[in-house]
């Protein structure tokens, strides 16, 4: 389990495409692709067409250049 250092939260996120292994996101003017397995607790996001909020892992996050 990863603690609050470790995970970053996006908000007012929206889903523009659902793959099995992917969501593909706009979080500000970016377009990440996600792994959907990397998603922590506490995303409200499932859905194309859905908004809200996006946990991630710091690393993931870095990874993504989106910290």
């Known amino acids: 389990m990863t603690d609050g250092t ?3 939260e996006f908000t007012d996120v929206e889903v523009l495409d659902v793959g099995a ?3 593909t ?5 970016q377009i990440v692709f996600v792994p959907r397995m990397r ?8 859905r194309s067409g859905d908004r809200g909020t996006l946990v991630l892992s710091r690393v993931l996050a870095r990874e993504l250049g989106l910290v």
Do not use: F
């Open 6 to 8: 470790t995970r970053v």
């Open 21 to 23: 292994l992917l969501l």
């Open 25 to 29: 996101c706009r979080i500000s003017d």
């Open 39 to 46: 998603v922590l607790p506490g995303t409200t996001i499932r």
